[in-house]
């Protein structure tokens, strides 16, 4: 893929970049000064669809780098690839995306983290808008841990800071995959030993959201109105003594250095959907509870 890259009368460069096969090719990358009293430069990006060519422009403030991180990423291919799929907005030709505005990143290391766009996306038979404000941050995964101890049955949550909704949050161990094709159970085993120190075995997880129907994507979405997120739901059941139940119960765990302050609690399940608003915990019981009703558990180890 050949992006062409300009700054008003400066040289042109050319960059080249490797993409998923599939993708409308970038036809053109450019910069270009517009008629203002402060003579800003805009920079815009020119993606080719099936239907039509669709501009992607940096909001004020968005640099040259971050602009390029954001066209570039995963994030942003993995929804062109949504929006054009056998079911996708733009499947049966009543819908058109005519611009794209990239309005910020957060970079995690070397990767975009997270990416906020809105797209102009057009109801063809009114002419008007639908909503298109975009929090894109992909695929994440999250473990229903059940321990059963001395007859009782008991989750493992944890409670964490949780600056957009201004409070700490009793949740599902969980974190977010590195990409679109992370590796779903890795991912579930390194989140789970971080947050809480146990150590569980692979051969022991059930895909909760693998008895979903497969019209779903085998994903649940928590808030498609704004986000993309998309998770997998994994179950955990095993068993051990009462001494495990109380050093877990308010053990400090979390990667400080990375600003995860993380405090384990254990909890009866059967009050579980009593005690806690994350989304993901009452979907995995929700899950779980169905699957375990039509007898679609595997039996334990």
Not at 61 to 82: P, T
Not at 268 to 279: G, I, K, S, V
Request: some cysteine.
């Amino acid at each position: 893929m050949t992006v062409v890259w300009s700054r008003c009368t400066a040289s042109i460069s050319i960059l080249s970049f490797s993409r998923i096969n599939k993708l409308p090719p970038i036809q053109n990358l450019s910069s270009r000064r517009m008629s203002t009293a402060s003579s800003s430069l805009q920079i815009t990006h020119t993606i080719t669809l099936p239907t039509q060519p669709v501009t992607v422009v940096a909001a004020p403030g968005v640099s040259d780098a971050d602009f390029r991180n954001a066209i570039g990423c995963s994030l942003f291919e993995q929804w062109l690839k949504n929006i054009q799929s056998e079911k996708g907005l733009l499947a049966d030709g009543s819908l058109s995306l005519t611009q794209v505005l990239i309005q910020g990143i957060d970079m995690f290391g070397k990767r975009v983290g997270f990416l906020k766009f809105k797209a102009d996306v057009i109801d063809k038979e009114t002419g008007q808008k639908v909503p298109g404000i975009v929090f894109a941050r992909g695929p994440a995964v999250a473990v229903l841990i059940l321990l059963e101890s001395e007859g009782k049955t008991y989750t493992v949550l944890t409670e964490q800071v949780r600056v957009p909704v201004g409070r700490p949050v009793l949740e599902l161990p969980a974190g977010m995959l590195d990409d679109n094709v992370g590796d779903i159970f890795g991912t579930a085993l390194r989140e789970v030993e971080e947050e809480t120190g146990i150590q569980l075995k692979l051969d022991d997880m059930v895909d909760l959201t693998l008895f979903l129907d497969p019209s779903t994507g085998n994903k649940v979405i928590p808030s498609p109105g704004g986000c993309d997120e998309e998770l997998s739901l994994l179950l955990y059941r095993g068993s051990v003594g009462a001494d495990v139940i109380k050093q877990l119960q308010g053990k400090e765990t979390g990667l400080r250095e990375h600003g995860e302050l993380i405090k384990v609690h254990v909890v009866p399940y059967d009050t579980l959907w009593r005690m806690t608003p994350d989304a993901k915990v009452l979907m995995s019981i929700a899950i779980y509870e169905m699957a375990k009703k039509e007898g679609l558990l595997p039996n334990k180890n």
